[in-house]
Nanobody, 120 residues
Framework: QVQLVESGGGLVQTGGSLRLSCAAS????????IGWYRQAPGKQRELVAA???????TYADSVKGRLTISRDNAKNTVYLQMNSLKPEDTAVYYC??????????????WGQGTLVTVSS
């Protein structure tokens, strides 16, 4: 199994920056994709960015050019660098991992979330 712990959220002014971290533990070798999602009040959870085990990245159109996903394999950690933050980026940010179980079945797991608040 895989466990995820997010950190790095907080309060920042418009135009500011934050870096979120997602630390993975357990069967990290089985992880195929790690993604950052966010959920704003009253809205559905949406994909922000994702990175595959091969290093391929994808971003939501709303964050392209402002947010960057990266990973440190030695630390089993994925980062989300957020620059030029806007009030509409305010949300709880969740880390998600798609992995393969010992029986070969696909599975996914979520972290507990970290709150990002951007003040205007």
């Amino acid at each position: 199994q895989v466990q995820l712990v997010e950190s790095g959220g907080g309060l920042v002014q418009t135009g500011g920056s934050l870096r979120l971290s997602c630390a993975a533990s357990g069967s990290t070798f089985s992880i195929n994709v790690i993604g950052w999602y966010r959920q704003a009040p009253g809205k559905q959870r949406e994909l922000v960015a994702a990175i595959s085990s091969g290093g391929i990245t994808t971003y939501a159109d709303s964050v392209k050019g402002r947010l960057t996903i990266s990973r440190d394999n030695a630390k089993n950690t994925v980062y989300l660098q957020m620059n030029s933050l806007k009030p509409e980026d305010t949300a709880v940010y969740y880390c998600n991992a798609h992995f393969t179980t010992a029986s070969g079945a696909p599975a996914d797991t979520w972290g507990q979330g970290t709150l990002v608040t951007v003040s205007s």
